[in-house]
């Protein structure tokens, strides 16, 4: 139906929408407890960190929006979890193989969860990656966009009044 350079087209279009979308704001969405391994194979649960606020960063090792966020908030790192935040980066699709590949090369301190068959991205109606997703101490969803804002302590406290 479309020839490879059709559907690269079709999917860079479709990321750039995305990439460009305005946020979305759910104050009252509970956030949906998941499993997923990191990358030595310990399972996590979203439940270990209830009560702290969390950031779920979904990402691949193909997309270059991704690879940017991941430096900004390599960068950012430290300022996060100062701020009172945990910090979660989700794969989304990706063998163990690919994604300790590009860690080697592209270390970061902070958790790398590995959702292979794409569940967890699923349930958080992920339709684009870059895609992160913050959620309070109560475990509402109280962000969702494909960009990782300066303001993040905005949405859990002032807007929410959750501090």
């Known amino acids: 139906m479309f020839n490879t350079n059709q559907r690269l087209k079709i999917i860079l279009a479709v990321i750039c929408f995305f990439a460009f979308s ?3 704001f759910a104050s009252s969405v509970k956030a949906s407890d998941f499993a997923l391994e990191d990358l030595e194979g310990k ?3 979203l439940s270990d960190y209830k009560g702290k606020n969390v ?3 979904f990402w691949s090792t193909w997309c270059p929006y991704c690879v940017r966020e991941m430096r900004k908030l390599k960068n950012d790192y430290k300022k996060i979890i100062s701020d009172n935040f945990e910090l979660l ?3 989304a699709g990706e063998k163990l193989s690919t994604v300790a590949r590009f860690l ?3 270390p970061v301190d902070f958790q790398v969860l590995l ?3 794409m569940m967890v991205s699923f349930d958080y109606g992920v339709m684009g990656l870059p895609t992160f997703l913050i959620i309070n101490k109560e475990g509402n969803i ?3 966009d494909y960009r990782f804002p300066a303001e993040y302590k905005d949405y859990v406290q002032k807007k929410y ?3």
């Open 43 to 45: 399972t996590v649960r």
């Open 161 to 163: 009044n959750n501090e």
């Open 89 to 91: 980066a989700v794969n």
């Open 22 to 24: 305005a946020p979305v």
């Open 142 to 144: 109280v962000f969702v």
């Open 55 to 57: 950031i779920l960063f």
């Open 115 to 117: 959702d292979s068959d």
């Open 104 to 106: 080697k090369n592209n």
